[in-house]
């Protein structure tokens, strides 16, 4: 009898804990998943940064559920990157300049409020800043981030373009390339935080599901070793321009 008894307390504290929790998770549905990947053309997953050279030939593409939606780029530069800035482009199309980056002030990025003037979403995925400025060895130092619309849809199928930074003068160039994406659900209000009715990002991809590009082979096993285990940035060389 004392035994029944106390089996049946135990199922009153699951049925209570339940009753707590599920509420609770219904409340919101909104969430950010890690399943788009920007990774070398051809490159193997092995959970550290996957280091390549610029220009990057890279393809983007999504696992699990989706598709993903409204895809955009997030770039963290260093600030010698930023001051040498001509544009980032491409497949050799003008992608960014530096009108596109601003100083990074805030503990993570990017906004979780949408942007009207530029349309950006808002985002339920972020980054902390620290953990970048650690990733990218600027930890004490200023970087620059900028967001910019990249593709209408991406698929399971990858998608593959040649990224490439061009720089004005010689510099220690650094950048973080990420992606961010929406996948739609079936409800009337994907996310209900702060009543805000917008459609915010809810994909994007980890740092161990992004590419390390170093200047040149010669400067490609330095800095495997150097950097093994800091995944999820770009280091990206000047781009010679053509005479």
């Not at 199922?11 to 509420?23: C, D, R």
């Not at 990947?37 to 696992?63: C, D, M, R």
């Not at 620059?144 to 010689?170: A, C, H, R």
């Not at 009337?188 to 009715?197: A, F, G, L, R």
Request: aromatic share 10%; glycine share 6%; proline share 8%.
């Amino acid at each position: 009898m004392r035994e029944m008894r106390r089996a049946l307390f135990v199922l009153a504290i699951i049925f209570i804990a339940m009753l707590i929790i599920v509420p609770a998770v219904n409340a919101c549905s909104c969430g950010c998943v890690h399943t788009i990947k920007v990774v070398p053309i051809g490159s193997t997953k092995t959970g550290e940064p996957i280091i390549t050279e610029n220009p990057a030939n890279l393809t983007i593409f999504y696992t699990g559920r989706g598709p993903i939606k409204n895809v955009w780029l997030l770039i963290v530069l260093n600030e010698p990157t930023y001051n040498a800035l001509n544009q980032i482009t491409i497949n050799d199309q003008p992608f960014m300049d530096k009108s596109d980056f601003q100083l990074v002030t805030t503990q993570k990025i990017p906004p979780p409020l949408p942007n009207p003037a530029t349309g950006y979403p808002g985002s339920l995925c972020d980054y902390s800043v620290a953990a970048i400025k650690d990733k990218i060895k600027e930890k004490g130092n200023p970087i620059y981030y900028g967001v910019k619309f990249f593709m209408n849809q991406i698929s399971k199928t990858p998608t593959n373009f040649t990224l490439s930074v061009e720089l004005d003068s010689p510099a220690n160039l650094k950048a973080l390339v990420l992606a961010l994406g929406r996948i739609d659900t079936k409800t009337k209000d994907d996310c209900e935080v702060n009543c805000v009715p917008y459609k915010p990002f809810n994909a994007c991809s980890s740092f161990s599901n992004s590419t390390f590009i170093v200047p040149d082979s010669a400067t490609l096993a330095l800095t495997t070793s150097s950097f093994l285990g800091a995944g999820g940035f770009y280091l990206i060389k000047r781009r010679k321009k053509l005479k």
